[in-house]
């Protein structure tokens, strides 16, 4: 009986038949080739979807770089075009204090004598002139009259209250009478000086 569970065992009383054993091994020889096939198809899909996803990263990461310089190179020009500006309209303004400083220094005595009521009528002159500069520079550099709309909402931020004033049939906190007229820049948008207004009670 020994000898007979030593003795391979073969399929069909055929010798030359594969054994039980050598079946089983070819099984699991063609389990671990098709477990291998498997893992390689695996590992090709992860690597094409982790070169996807480098690729994807990387492309991003380079538009985010372009859009963060674009944006710092144009906020650079806006903070470089914005001190030219200053600094040009400083100049214009400077030239023109100096040159109103010179009229107001050569400014004649008043008197009754005909040469001297000449004089004074050319310095008033050169005044005009000047004024007239000056309100043609405010032009050049955006510079444009605000006024304040009667029987609009006071807004603290838009007018400057130096009294008040009652009006028949007006609401409270309204403006009322503009007192003296205030001015703006469209480089940008803002308020240099509120108008001067009286507010409704």
């Given at each position: 009986?020994?000898?007979?569970?030593?003795?391979?065992?073969?399929?069909?009383g055929?010798?030359?038949?594969?054994?039980?054993?050598?079946?089983?091994?070819?099984?699991?020889?063609?389990?671990?080739?098709?477990?291998?096939?498997?893992?390689?198809?695996?590992?090709?899909l992860?690597?094409?979807?982790l070169?996807?996803?480098?690729?994807?990263?990387?492309?991003?990461f380079?538009?985010?770089?372009?859009?963060?310089?674009?944006?710092?190179?144009?906020?650079?020009q806006?903070?470089?075009g914005?001190?030219?500006?200053?600094?040009?309209?400083?100049?214009?303004?400077?030239d023109?204090a100096i040159?109103?400083?010179?009229?107001v220094?050569?400014?004649?005595?008043?008197?009754?004598?005909?040469?001297?009521?000449?004089?004074?009528?050319?310095w008033?002159?050169?005044?005009?002139?000047?004024?007239r500069?000056?309100?043609?520079?405010?032009?050049?550099?955006?510079?444009?009259?605000?006024?304040?709309?009667?029987?609009?909402?006071y807004?603290?931020?838009?007018?400057?209250?130096?009294?008040?004033k009652r009006?028949?049939?007006?609401?409270?906190?309204?403006?009322?009478e503009?007192v003296?007229?205030?001015?703006?820049?469209?480089?940008?948008?803002?308020?240099?000086?509120?108008?001067?207004v009286?507010?409704?009670e």
């Amino acid at each position: 009986m020994n000898e007979d569970l030593k003795a391979p065992l073969t399929m069909a009383g055929d010798p030359d038949a594969p054994t039980l054993g050598m079946s089983s091994m070819y099984r699991l020889f063609e389990a671990f080739i098709g477990l291998r096939e498997r893992n390689e198809r695996q590992h090709k899909l992860f690597e094409q979807t982790l070169h996807r996803t480098r690729d994807a990263l990387q492309a991003s990461f380079n538009h985010f770089a372009a859009e963060t310089q674009r944006a710092f190179q144009q906020m650079r020009q806006e903070l470089v075009g914005e001190k030219k500006f200053s600094l040009s309209l400083l100049n214009e303004l400077l030239d023109l204090a100096i040159e109103l400083n010179h009229i107001v220094a050569s400014r004649p005595v008043v008197s009754p004598t005909a040469p001297q009521a000449e004089a004074l009528s050319r310095w008033i002159e050169a005044v005009e002139i000047q004024n007239r500069k000056v309100q043609e520079a405010l032009q050049k550099f955006g510079i444009h009259a605000y006024d304040a709309v009667v029987g609009s909402p006071y807004n603290p931020a838009l007018h400057e209250r130096v009294g008040s004033k009652r009006l028949e049939g007006m609401d409270a906190l309204r403006i009322a009478e503009q007192v003296q007229r205030g001015y703006a820049s469209q480089q940008p948008e803002f308020i240099l000086r509120r108008p001067k207004v009286l507010v409704t009670e």
